[in-house]
């Protein structure tokens, strides 16, 4: 099965049990891709001693996820694409919803 994670929160500990079950879908032999938009284009900024989102982030890439960040909320924002967090847009997004089988929202 194929998820599909899109995440438009900027609250650490939702972004980091965002990640943290995206990675976890890999160990289940399933796949899944991240979208971010909004105030969640912010994720890589969420770092903390608690809510390691960094370090989920990074997880989740390692064990197999993409993630996509929407350039219009990126470019709100005065922020661009990382190595981490490459620019997507709304066909993205739409492609995302169109190809997983079930698609969550943090």
């Given at each position: 099965?194929?998820?599909?994670?899109?995440?438009?929160?900027?609250?650490?500990?939702?972004?980091?049990?965002?990640?943290?079950?995206?990675?976890?879908?890999?160990?289940?032999?399933?796949?899944?891709?991240?979208?971010?938009?909004?105030?969640?284009?912010?994720?890589?900024?969420?770092?903390?001693?608690?809510y390691p989102v960094l370090r989920q982030m990074r997880d989740f890439v390692a064990a197999g996820g993409a993630i996509r960040t929407c350039?219009?909320?990126?470019?709100?924002?005065?922020?661009?694409?990382?190595?981490?967090?490459?620019?997507?847009?709304?066909?993205?997004?739409?492609?995302?919803?169109?190809?997983?089988?079930?698609?969550?929202?943090?």
């Amino acid at each position: 099965m194929k998820i599909g994670i899109i995440i438009h929160s900027s609250d650490p500990e939702t972004v980091w049990n965002a990640f943290r079950y995206g990675a976890f879908v890999f160990t289940e032999g399933d796949e899944a891709e991240v979208f971010l938009t909004g105030k969640g284009v912010e994720a890589e900024s969420l770092d903390s001693g608690k809510y390691p989102v960094l370090r989920q982030m990074r997880d989740f890439v390692a064990a197999g996820g993409a993630i996509r960040t929407c350039r219009s909320c990126l470019e709100l924002r005065n922020a661009g694409a990382t190595e981490l967090c490459p620019i997507g847009g709304l066909k993205d997004m739409h492609a995302l919803i169109k190809e997983c089988d079930r698609v969550v929202t943090f």
